[in-house]
DNA sequence: TATCTTACCTACTAAAAGGTATGTATTGCT
DNA sequence: AGCAATACATACCTTTTAGTAGGTAAGATA
């Protein structure tokens, strides 16, 4: 399929790039932000945390981030089964970051709060009792 | 399509959540990221520096920086037509953050490099000329 | 008058990401 | 023997995101 041209891609890997596509999607941001919070999570824990996420993504997600050495994922073989997820330290590096990001968004998320109050109440009540409210 | 439930969806908006939907995408944070470098850029300049991009998705990506008020478009009123961007104040705030992702992926990227050296070299020569070496 | 430049626009298509629904394994407990 | 608990796996489908290929406008210049 249109092999001729173009056969080594250079494709320009910019570093700000390269981070993005270990912590994009959909939930892995906050799956670090919730474990830097709490410390270790159960599979069954996180999934409660993250009421949102289907068990198809979390196991996906998490895989991807242990794949990246992002977070760690230490199982006990006991029955019903017991797996624990925590940060590696690669991925503590990030929190600093993502704890940026949590301010930045905080900050804008209340601007925008000023024109519709009630809706944003509910819907940040979730992620507050878990991330405390600063 | 299934009604009944769920009509107020309140799901939980995480502020972390809430920032990488402003600056997720392919190439928004690329976008912020050379214009902090830069200070501005005609379109046809960062169309330059990010290669790989097309010209529908530069125009879209900064439709979107631009309606979420991260950058601002200033159009000159000449034939050949003269547009530039530049970050806002808003935008300005996410440079730290970026600065911090970039800073981290450097340093991964560079620590994968020990076994594929010749690939990299090439592939992130592009952004280093629009970063510089650090 | 034709051509050039710049900054787009617009169908259409392809690929990636995410969602739904259902199934599996193990063993302690009743 | 049957059920509960936990942490998944997997096939299939939908939505979102991105890429391709072409076109437009308008004045400046040859």
Same mark, same amino acid.
């Given at each position: 399929?249109?092999? =001729?041209?173009?056969?080594?891609?250079? !494709? /320009?890997?910019?570093?700000?790039?390269?981070?993005?596509?270990? #912590?994009?999607? *959909?939930?892995?941001?906050?799956?670090?932000?919730?474990?830097?919070?709490?410390?270790?999570?159960?599979?069954?824990?996180?999934?409660?945390?993250?009421? =949102?996420?289907?068990?198809?993504?979390? !196991? /996906?997600?998490?895989?991807?981030?242990?794949?990246?050495?992002? #977070?760690?994922? *230490?199982?006990?073989?006991?029955?019903?089964?017991?797996?624990?997820?925590?940060?590696?330290?690669?991925?503590?590096?990030?929190?600093?970051?993502?704890?940026?990001?949590?301010?930045?968004?905080?900050?804008?998320?209340?601007?925008?709060?000023?024109?519709?109050?009630? #809706?944003?109440?509910?819907?940040?009540?979730?992620?507050?009792?878990?991330?405390?409210?600063?």
């Amino acid at each position: 399929m249109k092999s =001729d041209l173009k056969q080594t891609e250079p !494709t /320009q890997l910019c570093a700000v790039d390269y981070a993005f596509k270990r #912590i994009g999607g *959909k939930y892995k941001a906050r799956i670090l932000w919730y474990l830097s919070m709490k410390g270790v999570l159960r599979y069954g824990e996180l999934s409660r945390t993250l009421p =949102d996420i289907t068990t198809k993504m979390l !196991t /996906q997600t998490l895989r991807e981030l242990e794949e990246d050495n992002l #977070i760690i994922r *230490k199982m006990y073989h006991e029955v019903p089964p017991k797996v624990e997820y925590s940060l590696s330290e690669t991925g503590q590096e990030l929190i600093p970051f993502i704890a940026h990001l949590h301010h930045w968004g905080k900050k804008h998320i209340e601007k925008e709060a000023s024109t519709s109050q009630a #809706i944003l109440d509910e819907r940040t009540k979730v992620c507050q009792s878990v991330c405390g409210t600063d």
